[in-house]
């Protein structure tokens, strides 16, 4: 079984969100509309409820802050959801008005719920759900600069880590069935990220799923975020001139390119850190190790490119996120009636 982990690697685990929230949509299709179009081809009246995720939150905060006590994971907590309904209700409206062909509206409940409506067939139920639950949240950060070395000794002298297998060349590892299920844990995350940096404190191995074989190749990745999504100025959709593989294509604003161009400036090959070969820069995706281009030139002009093999409906997908901004906590999907007010059940 092949398993594909970019789909699942994430804080946002597409496929198992799809399978929980099979029960937790409603829509319904006029009889009509039914009998004129093909079951593939027909449209329902769909309804999506989500709810803020406050375990999800709480395990992001402390991951992120592994030396937080209870009470300070409890401020921080109020500290972001302060004015996030406003945010969330901004970014699930760009999201939908991204995605053609839904007439999709999106509205806050006074139970604090949000509700997505839409026409949808089958096949989009899947792409919408995913959309409007990914984190949306871009990293830069860099690669150690003896990863080869690291890698080598990592996959030499150990065992795969727990949920994979070697892969037959010895060059990575092959997630197993069991991985699926152990993802959705927090604490495999944290173990999985900890696997190879027992004194490495400041780094944690990323895998990053080679398209041609599904081969997991590891990746001693730099805590540290040389740069987010936050001074992105625009996604759109591009080919490699030479592969002509679907990519995107990030446009920086003025202060992320000024950013961009000083941090390119000392760790491209020769640069004022770094003398020597340039050094690998991760682009991550709400998780998912996409890519590690080398910084060959310092760039000036706040451009960057996320490659993956896509198919160009997955690359309109991601620059629909991008360009709608990130979620300020995680969202679920939730059985409308878990969140109905007495009013809306008729309870006295």
Same mark, same amino acid.
């Given at each position: 079984?092949?398993?594909?982990?970019?789909?699942?690697?994430?804080?946002?685990?597409?496929?198992?969100?799809?399978?929980?929230?099979?029960?937790?949509?409603?829509?319904?299709?006029?009889?009509?509309?039914?009998?004129?179009?093909?079951?593939?081809?027909?449209?329902?009246?769909?309804?999506?409820?989500?709810?803020?995720?406050?375990?999800?939150?709480?395990?992001?905060?402390?991951?992120?802050?592994?030396?937080?006590?209870?009470?300070?994971?409890?401020?921080?907590?109020?500290?972001?959801?302060?004015?996030?309904?406003?945010?969330?209700?901004?970014?699930?409206?760009?999201?939908?008005?991204?995605?053609?062909?839904?007439?999709?509206?999106?509205?806050?409940?006074?139970?604090?719920?949000?509700?997505?409506?839409?026409?949808?067939?089958?096949?989009?139920?899947?792409?919408?759900?995913?959309?409007?639950?990914?984190?949306?949240?871009?990293?830069?950060?860099?690669?150690?600069?003896?990863?080869?070395?690291?890698?080598?000794?990592?996959?030499?002298?150990?065992?795969?880590?727990?949920?994979?297998?070697?892969?037959?060349?010895?060059?990575?590892?092959?997630?197993?069935?069991?991985?699926?299920?152990?993802?959705?844990?927090?604490?495999?995350?944290?173990?999985?990220?900890?696997?190879?940096?027992?004194?490495?404190?400041?780094?944690?191995?990323?895998?990053?799923?080679?398209?041609?074989?599904?081969?997991?190749?590891?990746?001693?990745?730099?805590?540290?975020?040389?740069?987010?999504?936050?001074?992105?100025?625009? =996604?759109?959709?591009?080919? @490699?001139?030479?592969?002509? *593989?679907? &990519?995107?294509?990030?446009? %920086?604003?003025?202060? !992320?390119? $000024?950013?961009?161009?000083?941090?390119?400036?000392?760790?491209?090959?020769?640069?004022?850190?770094?003398?020597?070969?340039?050094?690998?820069?991760?682009?991550?995706?709400?998780?998912?190790?996409?890519?590690?281009?080398?910084?060959?030139?310092?760039?000036?002009?706040?451009? =960057?490119?996320?490659?993956? @093999?896509?198919?160009?409906? *997955?690359? &309109?997908?991601?620059?629909? %996120?991008?360009?709608? !901004?990130? $979620?300020?906590?995680?969202?679920?999907?939730?059985?409308?009636?878990?969140?109905?007010?007495?009013?809306?059940?008729?309870?006295?």
């Amino acid at each position: 079984m092949v398993l594909k982990l970019w789909n699942i690697f994430g804080k946002v685990m597409v496929a198992a969100i799809v399978m929980m929230a099979a029960g937790m949509i409603s829509g319904c299709a006029p009889e009509d509309a039914q009998k004129e179009l093909s079951d593939e081809q027909a449209l329902e009246q769909v309804t999506i409820v989500m709810a803020v995720d406050a375990v999800a939150l709480r395990n992001n905060i402390m991951a992120d802050n592994p030396s937080f006590t209870r009470a300070e994971v409890d401020a921080e907590t109020r500290q972001v959801m302060q004015n996030a309904d406003e945010r969330i209700l901004q970014v699930l409206r760009k999201r939908v008005d991204g995605i053609s062909g839904t007439n999709a509206s999106v509205e806050k409940r006074k139970d604090g719920s949000f509700v997505c409506m839409a026409k949808l067939s089958a096949d989009e139920k899947e792409h919408v759900v995913a959309s409007l639950l990914s984190s949306a949240f871009l990293e830069f950060r860099l690669v150690h600069k003896d990863n080869a070395a690291l890698v080598s000794k990592l996959l030499s002298a150990r065992p795969a880590p727990e949920g994979f297998v070697k892969d037959d060349n010895g060059v990575g590892y092959i997630a197993t069935e069991d991985y699926a299920t152990l993802i959705r844990d927090p604490e495999y995350r944290r173990r999985l990220a900890r696997f190879g940096c027992e004194t490495l404190v400041s780094y944690e191995m990323m895998l990053q799923q080679r398209v041609a074989d599904n081969v997991c190749i590891p990746h001693f990745v730099s805590k540290k975020r040389e740069l987010t999504g936050v001074d992105l100025q625009s =996604a759109s959709v591009g080919r @490699n001139a030479t592969t002509k *593989e679907f &990519q995107v294509n990030i446009q %920086l604003n003025k202060k !992320g390119t $000024l950013i961009f161009r000083q941090f390119t400036e000392k760790y491209c090959a020769n640069g004022t850190q770094n003398p020597g070969l340039g050094r690998q820069l991760a682009i991550i995706l709400d998780g998912v190790f996409y890519s590690a281009p080398v910084l060959q030139t310092p760039i000036p002009n706040g451009q =960057a490119v996320i490659s993956g @093999n896509f198919a160009k409906t *997955e690359a &309109q997908r991601l620059c629909n %996120l991008l360009n709608a !901004g990130s $979620l300020p906590v995680p969202l679920k999907i939730v059985n409308p009636q878990e969140l109905q007010t007495p009013a809306e059940t008729g309870a006295k």
